[in-house]
């Protein structure tokens, strides 16, 4: 598949938990994609995933599982380091030819925007992010990556190289049966950064691999 052609000739397997709905082409400021919109087939969940180049079985592949965040995608917060995480993949996979960005709606780590926000004024009194998330009666991390895992095969790649320091996410790829391996994606932080308790808490407490902090 190159990025001028279809998508829709995939075979769904009856197994997945995910279909293909929509597809198009789209130009961004670090190149072109292809947008794919992907549905749940056993919740309302809604994926959007960015593809480039030729997806090809057995093919090491650059795959980001990003997690929706509102704030830092769309605001450039710069409490967190995602909106620059996102920027930085999207690049990698620019640079690389090849590879896949999927837009995982899970906003908060899974608690959604309204409570995000909650646990940002807790985070205001001097909660750290899992304390905070903690004292609003939710777990330290919500989110689920079995759909994601079934749009990695529905796209039919085999070899992931995720782009990621998150080990929960690399595990539930591996625990779907699909080969995959870990590369780091590290944003260069001032020591002034806001974003810089927050990605210690995250190597901390919840064993992300972090160098930089
Ligand atoms: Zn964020």
Redesign the pocket.
Same mark, same amino acid.
């Given at each position: 598949m190159s990025n001028s052609a279809s998508l829709s000739s995939i075979e769904p397997s009856l197994e997945l938990s995910v279909k293909l709905v929509a597809e198009a082409h789209l130009p961004t400021e670090v190149g072109d994609f292809r947008i794919l919109g992907i549905r749940s087939k056993v919740d309302n969940q809604e994926f959007v995933v960015l593809v480039k180049g030729e997806l090809k079985t057995n093919e090491p592949t650059l795959v980001r599982i990003h !997690?929706q +965040?509102l704030? =830092? *995608?769309v605001f450039h !917060?710069i409490? +967190? *380091?995602? =909106?620059r995480q996102l920027q930085a993949a999207m690049k990698k996979v620019a640079t690389a030819g090849l590879g896949v960005i999927i837009y995982h709606p899970q906003e =908060?780590r899974g608690i959604g925007i309204i409570n995000k926000i909650r646990a940002y004024a807790l985070q205001d009194q001097g909660a750290d992010t899992v304390e905070a998330n903690l004292r609003l009666g939710f777990d330290v991390d919500e989110r689920q990556y079995d759909q994601c895992s079934d749009i990695i095969k529905l796209l039919g790649i085999t070899h992931v190289k995720l782009m990621s320091n998150n080990p929960d996410k690399l595990s539930a790829l591996q625990q779907a049966g699909i080969t995959a391996e870990r590369v780091p994606l590290e944003i260069e932080l001032t020591t002034t950064s806001p974003a810089l308790d927050?990605l210690k808490t995250k190597k901390e407490k919840m064993g992300h691999l972090l160098s930089e902090v």
């Open positions: !997690s +965040c704030t =830092g *995608d !917060s409490k +967190c *380091d995602c =909106g =908060g927050y």
